[in-house]
């Protein structure tokens, strides 16, 4: 079945560098992406998704890319700030919206 | 519009003890879904309706069972707990595409 990686499990950045998040896949067939933001004591919210015909999406400081040869698709997020502190998740599926495999997650803390 | 609502938010179990967790969405979504947060692991899930009337399980389902009351509630049951089920229990729907979770119950059994 579908195995998600997702690396570092911990980044620190100052606040208004940028922070990238990677993760990687093992099914070729998984063709859905969304990132995932979790705040303490909150369920994860989606901050932004790729489908697997698009190489780059973008929405305002986040963006996404993909690469499906190389199975991995990556979250960069510019100009950190604090409330950007989460903990971030990378999800995989195919069917878009079945059976989502999460990577394990990635604790970004934005310094002040 | 309060999206997926769980209840309870909190719950201290002792092994072997049973109880309900409740999930309900007002988004008038088709496929629910039950998941549990534990460190270092991600979001596994445990079982999951793609449609009222229907559920299957998921990655994790040993120790569940699950009721698809109708299109709105989905709840997850937990026979005799053990201590591995210490956890965080997300409940989640969808209309297809992306996951819409509630905000967790967190549960301890001793």
């Known amino acids: 079945g579908e195995n998600v990686e997702q690396h570092p499990s911990t980044l620190s950045v100052q606040e208004g560098d940028s922070a990238v998040i990677k993760c990687t896949y093992s099914?070729?067939?998984?063709?859905?992406f969304p990132w995932y933001k979790q705040e303490l004591g909150k369920g994860p919210q989606l901050i932004i998704d790729?489908?697997?015909?698009?190489g780059e999406k973008k929405d305002q400081r986040i963006a996404v890319t993909l690469n499906k040869t190389a199975k991995h698709f990556s979250l960069h997020i510019t100009e950190t700030q604090p409330e950007d502190s989460a903990v971030y998740f990378c999800?995989?599926?195919?069917?878009?919206?079945?059976?989502?495999?999460f990577g394990p997650g990635t604790r970004l803390s934005v310094l002040p | 519009n309060a999206g997926v609502t769980q209840t309870p938010k909190f719950q201290v179990l002792k092994t072997g003890q049973s109880m309900t967790l409740q999930c309900a969405q007002d988004?008038?979504?088709?496929?629910m879904y039950w998941y549990r947060q534990d460190p270092g692991m991600g979001l596994r899930l445990i079982y999951y309706?793609?449609?009222?009337?229907?559920?299957d399980k998921g990655e994790v389902p040993n120790g569940y069972n699950v009721s698809r009351l109708n299109k709105r509630e989905f709840s997850l049951r937990l026979e005799s707990a053990a201590p591995s089920q210490t956890s965080v229990y997300f409940c989640?729907?969808?209309?297809?595409?992306?996951?819409?979770f509630g905000n967790g119950t967190r549960l301890t059994v001793t």
């Open positions: 099914d070729s067939a998984s063709n859905y």
């Open positions: 989640a729907s969808s209309f297809g595409g992306p996951l819409h």
């Open positions: 988004m008038n979504h088709n496929s």
């Open positions: 999800a995989a599926s195919k069917n878009y919206g079945q059976n989502f495999v």
């Open positions: 790729i489908r697997s015909n698009v």
């Open positions: 309706s793609a449609s009222e009337g229907t559920t």
